[in-house]
């Protein structure tokens, strides 16, 4: 009876063990965030290389995502437009964007999670896509957002002749190992 005891018990151990040494931590190696709307004078897009990724792999999953951008890291080029944009975002007060998330499966398929803004923080759903190379990962996801449901006001310049469009479109694209 205490050899069948000490069984259970080692092969609890082996597999404990074993799931522990599957799980790998990954973190970014590239992160490009890439934001894009319309305006009444023309279309425009500010891009940031400056985000941080990290996850725990464990079998088809990466799961505990956690995603960061500095908000003035996005630029468009243009100086005017990045502090209007900066200005709009409460940057100085709310320096960060961030989306958390449970997990998502390697694949295709659709991540949930949490998506902050300013200070205010939505559930949102996107499609994405993650693919495995050796033990680097490629997550690439894009979706469209309201900035006002964010408390950001769409900005406006030129005595508000020109007004920024509500929605833009985000498209994060992550390679971790």
Do not use: C, R
């Amino acid at each position: 009876m205490k050899n069948l005891s000490n069984f259970k018990m080692l092969l609890l151990a082996f597999g404990l063990f074993s799931g522990m040494a599957s799980a790998q931590a990954i973190s970014s190696k590239t992160v490009k965030t890439t934001v894009s709307g319309t305006s009444t004078m023309h279309d425009w897009t500010m891009t940031s290389t400056s985000g941080t990724f990290s996850g725990t792999v464990a079998g088809n999953a990466i799961n505990n995502i956690q995603y960061n951008l500095g908000a003035k890291t996005l630029k468009s080029g243009k100086g005017a437009m990045d502090s209007n944009a900066y200005k709009a975002l409460k940057a100085d007060k709310f320096p960060n964007i961030t989306f958390t998330a449970t997990s998502v499966n390697i694949g295709k398929g659709t991540i949930t999670g949490k998506l902050k803004v300013t200070d205010v923080t939505k559930t949102v759903s996107f499609p994405v896509t993650v693919a495995k190379s050796g033990n680097s990962y490629t997550i690439t996801g894009t979706e469209t957002i309201k900035m006002t449901d964010y408390g950001v006001t769409p900005p406006s310049f030129m005595m508000n002749t020109v007004k920024t469009g509500n929605e833009i479109k985000i498209t994060v694209n992550v390679t971790a190992n």
